[in-house]
């Protein structure tokens, strides 16, 4: 595992920008995977102004999310499709009948499951994924107890997520329990894995993941099995990590 560490999170999220602008540039009809959540927020504004000033082609691109809550319709402001609409795809020469989201209110949701994880291998797999970390060091929505070599699945979120999430719900809104993930061995599967982790709030789930030992209680853990992940992070997530952990450190 490749770890770079910045100064601060605009600059890991500058670093991340630069690597996704670098895949699309070399393989324009890329595969990508796509997190949501607050960390890639920085990554998507300025993947926007990079598109603005001419950078970037998404044209040919094919997009698979990590995840999408059930019972939210892909209309509703909190689903992981909306977000994404709303931070990335409609402000890019973006064709939307390549972005791929769990259906959230699929009737069988393990049914929509295994469509969703055929018509991953049906693209050939994932060249890029981009991940964010729980604080749980959870990755898409694979919680501790989740197998290394889990499929895309139903799963239950723990009270932790649940917690940190609960801020994307207007008040009186019910937030669901349930969602659809990739699974950590589909996620395993990706030719590349970048993560993306800033702020102390996720330093304890980073040591975790990186130092190891691999453990189905840390699902971060599961990465350093991967040959060809990098995680990239600001000084405050890497604090529990030693400098000679690190193969390039800014600060
Ligand atoms: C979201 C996802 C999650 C988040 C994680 C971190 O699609 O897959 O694993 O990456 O919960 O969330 P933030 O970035 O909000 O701290």
Redesign the pocket.
């Known amino acids: 595992m490749k770890i770079i560490i910045k100064n601060s999170a605009a600059d890991a999220s500058a670093a991340v920008t630069d690597m996704l602008l670098q895949q699309i540039g070399k393989k324009p009809d890329s595969v990508l995977g796509?997190?949501?959540?607050?960390?890639?927020?920085a990554v998507y504004a300025r993947l926007r102004d990079e598109f603005r000033n001419g950078r970037g082609c998404y044209k040919d691109i094919t997009t698979f999310?990590?995840?999408e809550y059930l019972g939210l319709s892909a209309e509703d402001p909190a689903s992981?499709s909306f977000y994404m609409r709303e931070n990335l795809f409609r402000h890019v020469d973006f064709d939307l009948g390549r972005a791929h989201i769990p259906h959230g209110l699929a009737a069988d949701a393990d049914a929509e499951a295994n469509r969703y994880e055929a018509l991953i291998a049906a693209y050939g797999g994932i060249d890029f994924m981009l991940?964010?970390?729980?604080?749980n060091a959870?990755?898409?929505?694979?919680e501790p107890g989740s197998l290394h070599n889990s499929r895309t699945r139903r799963v239950a979120l723990t009270a932790s997520?649940l917690e940190?999430?609960a801020a994307y719900f207007p008040p009186g809104a019910k937030q669901p329990s349930h969602a659809i993930?990739m699974g950590i061995g589909t996620i395993l599967e990706s030719r590349e894995i970048v993560v993306l982790?800033a702020?102390a709030?996720?330093a304890e789930a980073v040591a975790a993941s990186v130092k190891g030992p691999g453990t189905e209680f840390v699902p971060g853990s599961a990465l350093g099995r991967h040959p060809n992940t990098t995680i990239v992070l600001d000084t405050a997530a890497a604090q529990h990590l030693e400098r000679a952990q690190t193969l390039e450190f800014d600060a």
Not at 138 to 142: K, S, Y
Request: aromatic content about 6%; cysteine-free; glycine content about 16%.
């Open positions: 796509l997190p949501t959540g607050a960390t890639p927020l999310n990590l995840d992981y991940l964010g970390l729980g604080r959870h990755i898409g929505f694979n997520t940190a999430n993930t982790a702020g709030e996720k």
